[in-house]
């Protein structure tokens, strides 16, 4: 038997069945029939995220991750959403939101009046080359 610390509560236990010691394998075998109901009684098409039913449920996300990586939750393992889709979500809304400002913006005020651009130290001290 060796001393580990639990991957939720942080306490140090002697490890005889994994990473959590045995409050936190307690709680997680009475929440584990409030998750499940709530997956179920989701639509199919509704994909799930282990941040949003910790919302939902008020529970810790430790707690959701643990079930998923003990197998409780694979049977529904298709519904979740990885995180790395939500970040690539996240970072497609993000860059759809700074585009958009920047198609509206119009060309520059020399570009739409014929002249052909200078340069910055040109523009500033009406100096041009030819």
Do not use: W
């Not at 236990?13 to 009684?41: A, H, K, M, Q």
């Not at 200078?118 to 100096?127: A, L, N, T």
């Amino acid at each position: 038997m060796t001393l580990i610390t639990c991957k939720i509560c942080g306490r140090l236990f002697n490890s005889l069945r994994g990473e959590l010691c045995t409050r936190c394998l307690d709680r997680i075998e009475t929440v584990y029939p409030r998750i499940r109901e709530y997956i179920r009684e989701r639509p199919m098409q509704e994909s799930l995220s282990i941040e949003g039913i910790a919302t939902v449920m008020q529970l810790d996300p430790l707690y959701i991750k643990s079930l998923v990586e003990m197998g409780y939750l694979d049977q529904y393992a298709d519904r979740f959403k990885s995180e790395k889709e939500e970040d690539e979500q996240k970072k497609k809304v993000f860059f759809r939101c700074i585009r958009e400002p920047m198609s509206v913006q119009s060309a520059p005020q020399h570009a739409q009046q014929g002249k052909r651009s200078k340069m910055y130290g040109q523009d500033r001290y009406k100096s041009s080359r030819r």
